[in-house]
């Protein structure tokens, strides 16, 4: 049995502590609970103990929790890769997309976007880590993208997004989320009326580095839901 309220307060009580450890409002930083190959119902439990912002990765299971918690007040985040041939239910169905990473992606998602929607939010996902293997635009790519991507109607640019490469000492960790901000800020000297307030970044191994470096909104599932198990799927 997963205790996720109680894991839920301890997640909040150490955003609590880093952002006073950096000197930041905690208010300005909110939990995105990554509920991948957890059951509607884990949701539920969460949801009852105030978790409202929901990250799922794959099409297919997000859009049938969607489904089955149509009931609740959910803001719903896709965080996973994007197919090009799918889009069109994720402009549908979900309020934020994460993992925006090249502009033929971005034009269908604002094309596809219900007019009697409010503009999609969207993050830019940066190889921060220069993988090869790693999707994600790379940083040198990343103003000329997002000053693209900036001029389309349905969908908001809100910022960055990075899955940097694991690393367990603390301070190292703190690199790349450092280049991200700066990047955001390269992002905004140029557009500076736009509403580019998003760093997502921090995952449950690195939640504080990334707190300390910026981070608006940190993606959590394993510290919530416990260790995941892919043996069911496909
Ligand atoms: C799975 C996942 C997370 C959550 O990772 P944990 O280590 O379980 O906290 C965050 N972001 C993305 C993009 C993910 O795929």
Known sequence: MIKITENLNTVRQQILQSAENSSRDA?????LAVSKTRPADD???AYAAGQRDFGENYLQEGLDKIELLQDLDICWHFIGPIQSNKTRPISKSFDWVHSVDRLKIAQRLSAQRPENMPPLNICLQVNISGEAS???VLPEDVVALANQILQLPNISLRGLMAIPSPCSDPEAQRLPFRAMSALLNE???TNPTARLDTLSMGMTGDMTAAISEGSTMVRIGTAIFGARDYSQKA
């Open 43 to 45: 949701l539920r439990q």
């Open 134 to 136: 790693k999707s994600g």
């Open 27 to 31: 208010a300005e930083i909110c939990l």
């Open 187 to 189: 992002i905004r000297a």
